[in-house]
């Protein structure tokens, strides 16, 4: 990662990632299908590039502040008591990819293996927060039982899954190209 992490790499990731933010948050596309996959991406990459707790912030205030307004001023729903939760699942796959990226090179195949294990497992751990808070402080489960919302539930897990794990696998194979363009150019120039 350091062969590629300049400060103009940087500004033009973060502007990227806050307008994939934007795009996937609003109001235009069917945002409630490409929200949670694109979310968590944009998530773990910014703990991956940008480890400063301050894209942390920054991303989730973008993201509350789009959810603001198309859930209350475009009057598209309304904010459950559980819905802070998300940012503790954020927050769970912003810190694994800030692990990976201060300990990892994707460049390496052991350690690509522990940036998808991380990957797998934050998401994951985003999954059961985000749905196990839904379920205890939305309100909206009062007559389910525990075993019953597990069992409708468990059926989304799969997309939630993949789904990020295809944007970053997207990344990935970006940074590897990058990576192979800037060592070609190196050598060429010699």
């Not at 400063?52 to 509350?64: D, E, G, K, T």
């Not at 502040?65 to 819905?83: K, P």
């Not at 294990?117 to 749905?131: D, E």
Request: glycine share 8%; with cysteine; charged share 10%.
């Amino acid at each position: 990662m350091d062969n590629i992490n300049t400060g103009k790499f940087k500004l033009l990731l973060a502007l990227s990632l806050a307008a994939l933010m934007l795009v996937t948050r609003s109001n235009y596309f069917d945002w409630a299908s490409i929200l949670p996959g694109a979310s968590l991406a944009i998530f773990f990459l910014a703990g991956f590039y940008l480890p400063s707790y301050l894209s942390f912030i920054a991303f989730s205030a973008l993201a509350y502040g789009c959810d603001y307004w198309v859930l209350i001023v475009g009057g598209e729903g309304c904010f459950t008591s559980a819905y802070g939760f998300i940012f503790v699942g954020y927050f769970l796959v912003w810190r694994a990819a800030k692990w990976a990226g201060e300990n990892c090179e994707l460049a390496r195949l052991l350690d690509a293996g522990k940036i998808f294990a991380a990957a797998v497992l934050s998401i994951s751990g985003a999954f059961l927060i985000s749905n196990g808070s839904f379920y205890a402080f939305s309100g909206n489960f009062t007559d389910l039982s525990l075993a019953d919302y597990s069992l409708r539930v468990v059926r989304y897990y799969f997309a939630y899954l993949t789904d990020p794990l295809m944007y970053l696998l997207a990344a990935a194979t970006i940074h590897r190209l990058a990576l192979r363009w800037q060592a070609a150019n190196l050598e060429v120039s010699r």
